[in-house]
C-alpha cells in the first residue's frame, strides 16, 4: 500500500513538473513571438498561459503589450490593469498602462499612474518627462514647468528637457524665453529633429522665412519622414518666392502622407498660381472628397473649371459657395461673368443686381453679417473670409509632435540598428519567396524531401516571414498534435526523422525555437546526414539567439553552434548558394564582415540573382567603409527588386553631399 502511494505522489509530482515546464514553455514562446512582431500569435500563447494560471501577472502584461502594438488601447490598458490588481508593486506596469491612456488622450488617468510610478522608482527619468508631457497637454503648465525643472536639475545633460521647457514657454507666449532654453537644448544635443522643428516654430511665427526654411531643413535632414516639416517649410519658401523648392516640399509631404489636408490644399493653390490649372483640379478634388463643406476649395475649384471651359461645373460650385454665402460678391460676380458666357442673361443679371443691392445695403448699414453658427461651420484651418479663397492655408497651431520616452512607444523593430541586413534564408510552409517577383528560391534537397516524403505540407525556401492570422496560428497548432500523434505510431526510422523535420518546422513557423531545435538534434542524432536538418537548427538557433540577445544575454557560444550546423551542411551540400547567404549573416551577426563579404560573393557566384546577397554585402562593405563598392552593391539589389536598397543609397549619398 505504501509503495502505491510513492509511486502515485512520484506521478502526480512528474505531471505538475510536466505541466509547469508546458506553461513556463509557452511564455518563453509568446515572449519570442512579442520580439519577432507576431502579436497574434503572441496573443495565442499568453492566452494559454492565462488559461492555465490566470493569477501569475506577467502573462497579462505581455498581452497587454502585444494589444498595444495592434492598436487596441482599450484592451491592453484592460489587461494592464489586471496586472497591476495581481501586482501593484511593479513600476513598469504603470508605465505600460499611462502609455495605453495617452494613446486614447486621457491624459488625467496617465498622469495618476506616472505617479505612482515615480512613487515606486523616482530615478526613472521618462516617468517624469512623460508626467510633463501629459500635463502640458491638459494645460497645467504650472506644474510641468516644475517637472521640466526637475529633470534639468537632477538630469542636466537631458536636452529634452530643455526644449520641453522651451515648449511650455511658447505656450505661455513667451517666444524669448522659449528660444533661450531652445538655445540650450541644441547646444546638448544638435541632433534632436524635434528642437529644431521647435526653433523653426519661433522664426514662423515672427515671419523670418529664410531663418525658419534653414531650421526646418536641419529638422528634415534628422527626421525626413515628418510631413508637417516640409508642409511648414513650404509655407516659408513661398513668402520669399521659392516657388520651385516649395512645390518639391508639397510633393514630398503627399509622398509620405496622401491624405495629407493642408499638402492637397495648398498645393493645388500653388498649382493654380502657376497655370498648372488640371492638376490643381485634382488636388482641389481630393480636398472636398475629405471636406465635402469646405467652401473655398469649392470656389477656387470652381475658378479652375471656369479657367479650363467647363463653364457649368464652374457654376455648380459657385452656386454652392453663394447658397452658404449669399452676399459674397466676388462669387456672384464671377457666377453673373459664367452665365453670360453661356447666353443665360437674364441669371447673370440677377445676380449683378444681388452686388448692386448688396453694396447699396453696405452704404446704408444694412448689411447681414454672419451669425456665430455660420462661423462655427467653417474649418479650423483656415480664416473664415471667402474673399481670401486664394491665401494659402495654415494650422491653427503649430503643434510638435511629442515621442514619450517609453519601451512601448513603438514597435519592437524600431529598437534595432537602422540599417538591418536582410535575414537568413531557411524552411517555411509559406510561400513567401524573397519579396522579390522574378526570383523564385530553388534548392534540390528541398525538392527531394517534397518529392520522396510527400509532407502533410509541402517546404518552401524563404527569407521573408509573415506574420500568422489567428486562423493560421491554429492550423499550425494543430499540424504539430497531428504530427506528434504520426511520429508515435511511426516504426520505420526514416520517415521518423522526415515527420521531425515536419514538426521542427511548424514549432518554428509558430515561433516555438527552443522546440524546433530539440527536434532537430533528435534527428540528426539518428541520421547526422540530413543537410535540411542542419540547415533549420542553425536558423532556428540564430533566431532564437536574437531574441535572447534583447535580454542581455551572451550567445556567442550558441552562435557558435550555428555556424558549425552552416559549416556541415555546405559540406554535405557544397553548391547550396543559400547556405553561403546565411554563413554570411552569421558573420555579420559577429560584426566579421570581411568573412561575411567573401561568403556573400560566393553565394553570388552560384546564384547571381540572389538580391538579398547584393543587399547585405553591401551594407557590410558599408560598415567596413568600402563606400564606393557598397553603393555599387546595393544599386544591384534595388536593380533586382529589393527597393529599400535606394533608400539607404540616398542616405549615404546626402552624408557626402552634407
Request: net charge negative.
Given at each position: 500500500?505504501?509503495?502505491?502511494?510513492?509511486c502515485l505522489l512520484a506521478l502526480a509530482g512528474t505531471l505538475f513538473a510536466r505541466a509547469q515546464y508546458n506553461v513556463d514553455h509557452m511564455m518563453i514562446s509568446g515572449q519570442v513571438?512579442?520580439?519577432?512582431?507576431?502579436?497574434?500569435?503572441?496573443?495565442?500563447?499568453?492566452?494559454?498561459?492565462?488559461?492555465?494560471?490566470?493569477?501569475?501577472?506577467?502573462?497579462?502584461?505581455?498581452?497587454?503589450?502585444?494589444?498595444?502594438?495592434?492598436?487596441?488601447?482599450?484592451?491592453?490598458?484592460?489587461?494592464?490593469?489586471?496586472?497591476?490588481?495581481?501586482?501593484?508593486?511593479?513600476?513598469?506596469?504603470?508605465?505600460?498602462?499611462?502609455?495605453?491612456?495617452?494613446?486614447?488622450?486621457?491624459?488625467?488617468?496617465?498622469?495618476?499612474?506616472?505617479?505612482?510610478?515615480?512613487?515606486?522608482?523616482?530615478?526613472?527619468?521618462?516617468?517624469?518627462?512623460n508626467r510633463a508631457i501629459c500635463r502640458l497637454n491638459v494645460k497645467d503648465y504650472e506644474?510641468?514647468?516644475?517637472?521640466?525643472?526637475?529633470?534639468?536639475?537632477?538630469?542636466?545633460?537631458?536636452?529634452?528637457?530643455?526644449?520641453?521647457?522651451?515648449?511650455?514657454?511658447?505656450?505661455?507666449?513667451?517666444?524669448?524665453?522659449?528660444?533661450?532654453?531652445?538655445?540650450?537644448?541644441?547646444?546638448?544635443?544638435?541632433?534632436?529633429?524635434?528642437?529644431?522643428?521647435?526653433?523653426?516654430?519661433?522664426?514662423?511665427?515672427?515671419?523670418?522665412?529664410?531663418?525658419?526654411?534653414?531650421?526646418?531643413?536641419?529638422?528634415?535632414?534628422?527626421?525626413?519622414?515628418?510631413?508637417?516639416?516640409?508642409?511648414?517649410?513650404?509655407?516659408?519658401?513661398?513668402?520669399?518666392?521659392?516657388l520651385r523648392g516649395a512645390m518639391a516640399d508639397y510633393d514630398t509631404a503627399l509622398d509620405l502622407d496622401?491624405?495629407?489636408?493642408?499638402?492637397?490644399?495648398?498645393?493645388?493653390?500653388?498649382?493654380?498660381?502657376?497655370?498648372?490649372?488640371?492638376?490643381?483640379?485634382?488636388?482641389?478634388?481630393?480636398?472636398?472628397?475629405?471636406?465635402?463643406?469646405?467652401?473655398?476649395?469649392?470656389?477656387?475649384?470652381?475658378?479652375l473649371h471656369e479657367k479650363t471651359g467647363n463653364i457649368r461645373e464652374a457654376i455648380n460650385d459657385y452656386s454652392k459657395v453663394i447658397s452658404q454665402f449669399p452676399n459674397f460678391w466676388t462669387g456672384l460676380s464671377y457666377r453673373a461673368r459664367c452665365y453670360r458666357q453661356l447666353g443665360m442673361t437674364a441669371k447673370a443679371e440677377q445676380d449683378e443686381f444681388r452686388i448692386f443691392k448688396a453694396q447699396m445695403d453696405k452704404h446704408q448699414g444694412v448689411q447681414n453679417r454672419w451669425s456665430k453658427s455660420k462661423q462655427n461651420e467653417m474649418r479650423k484651418r483656415s480664416e473664415i473670409d471667402p474673399e481670401k479663397y486664394n491665401q494659402i492655408v495654415v494650422e491653427d497651431e503649430n503643434e510638435v509632435e511629442h515621442e514619450y520616452k517609453s519601451d512601448y512607444r513603438g514597435k519592437v523593430q524600431n529598437r534595432q540598428v537602422e540599417l538591418a541586413f536582410m535575414p537568413m534564408y531557411t524552411l517555411s510552409y509559406l510561400d513567401n519567396g524573397n519579396g522579390v517577383k522574378v526570383y523564385k528560391p530553388?534548392?534540390?534537397?528541398?525538392?527531394?524531401?517534397?518529392?520522396?516524403?510527400?509532407?502533410?505540407?509541402?517546404?518552401?525556401?524563404?527569407?521573408?516571414?509573415?506574420?500568422?492570422?489567428?486562423?493560421?496560428?491554429?492550423?499550425?497548432?494543430?499540424?504539430?498534435?497531428?504530427?506528434?500523434?504520426?511520429?508515435?505510431?511511426?516504426?520505420?526510422?526514416?520517415?521518423?526523422?522526415?515527420?521531425?523535420?515536419?514538426?521542427?518546422?511548424?514549432?518554428?513557423?509558430?515561433?516555438?525555437?527552443?522546440?524546433?531545435?530539440?527536434?532537430l538534434t533528435t534527428c540528426l542524432r539518428i541520421d547526422s546526414t540530413q543537410v535540411l536538418a542542419y540547415w533549420l537548427r542553425a536558423s532556428s538557433q540564430m533566431r532564437m539567439n536574437a531574441f535572447q540577445a534583447s535580454g542581455g544575454v551572451d550567445v556567442q557560444l550558441k552562435t557558435a553552434r550555428s555556424l558549425s550546423d552552416i559549416n556541415q551542411a555546405m559540406l554535405l551540400s557544397p553548391d547550396n548558394p543559400f547556405l553561403f547567404y546565411d554563413r554570411g549573416n552569421i558573420h555579420a551577426a559577429q560584426k566579421q564582415y570581411a568573412e561575411a563579404i567573401d561568403d556573400y560573393t560566393r553565394a553570388l557566384k552560384i546564384e547571381p540573382m540572389l538580391a538579398e546577397a547584393y543587399y547585405n554585402r553591401g551594407l557590410a562593405r558599408l560598415f567596413a567603409n568600402l563606400k564606393e563598392q557598397a553603393i555599387a552593391d546595393l544599386s544591384k539589389a534595388g536593380e533586382l527588386g529589393l527597393y529599400d536598397a535606394y533608400s539607404v543609397i540616398k542616405r549615404e549619398t546626402s552624408k557626402k553631399s552634407n
Open positions: 500500500m505504501l509503495r502505491k502511494i510513492i513571438a512579442l520580439h519577432y512582431e507576431d502579436y497574434v500569435l503572441s496573443i495565442q500563447y499568453f492566452n494559454r498561459v492565462i488559461s492555465a494560471k490566470p493569477y501569475l501577472y506577467q502573462p497579462w502584461q505581455y498581452r497587454a503589450v502585444a494589444k498595444f502594438y495592434l492598436d487596441d488601447y482599450v484592451g491592453a490598458e484592460s489587461d494592464v490593469s489586471e496586472a497591476l490588481r495581481l501586482n501593484p508593486y511593479v513600476d513598469v506596469l504603470f508605465d505600460l498602462r499611462a502609455i495605453t491612456r495617452i494613446r486614447q488622450e486621457k491624459y488625467d488617468q496617465a498622469i495618476a499612474d506616472y505617479n505612482c510610478a515615480i512613487r515606486l522608482n523616482p530615478q526613472e527619468r521618462n516617468y517624469w518627462f506644474q510641468a514647468q516644475l517637472d521640466a525643472d526637475t529633470l534639468i536639475q537632477r538630469w542636466s545633460k537631458f536636452a529634452n528637457a530643455y526644449s520641453l521647457k522651451a515648449e511650455l514657454f511658447l505656450h505661455q507666449k513667451d517666444t524669448v524665453a522659449a528660444a533661450t532654453w531652445l538655445d540650450k537644448s541644441l547646444a546638448i544635443d544638435p541632433y534632436e529633429g524635434n528642437t529644431w522643428t521647435t526653433r523653426a516654430y519661433i522664426s514662423l511665427s515672427r515671419q523670418e522665412w529664410r531663418m525658419a526654411d534653414s531650421l526646418l531643413s536641419k529638422a528634415i535632414h534628422l527626421k525626413p519622414s515628418t510631413v508637417n516639416n516640409y508642409i511648414n517649410r513650404a509655407l516659408a519658401r513661398l513668402n520669399y518666392n521659392n496622401p491624405n495629407n489636408f493642408l499638402g492637397h490644399y495648398n498645393r493645388g493653390l500653388l498649382r493654380m498660381q502657376l497655370g498648372d490649372d488640371n492638376r490643381a483640379i485634382n488636388d482641389f478634388d481630393y480636398v472636398i472628397q475629405m471636406e465635402p463643406e469646405n467652401v473655398m476649395a469649392i470656389f477656387n475649384r470652381g475658378v530553388f534548392d534540390h534537397d528541398v525538392e527531394t524531401f517534397n518529392t520522396r516524403h510527400h509532407p502533410l505540407l509541402p517546404l518552401f525556401i524563404s527569407c521573408h516571414s509573415s506574420l500568422l492570422s489567428a486562423e493560421q496560428t491554429e492550423s499550425f497548432f494543430s499540424l504539430i498534435e497531428t504530427l506528434n500523434a504520426r511520429i508515435e505510431r511511426e516504426s520505420s526510422t526514416p520517415s521518423i526523422v522526415a515527420l521531425l523535420i515536419q514538426r521542427s518546422l511548424a514549432y518554428s513557423s509558430v515561433q516555438n525555437f527552443e522546440e524546433s531545435v530539440n527536434d
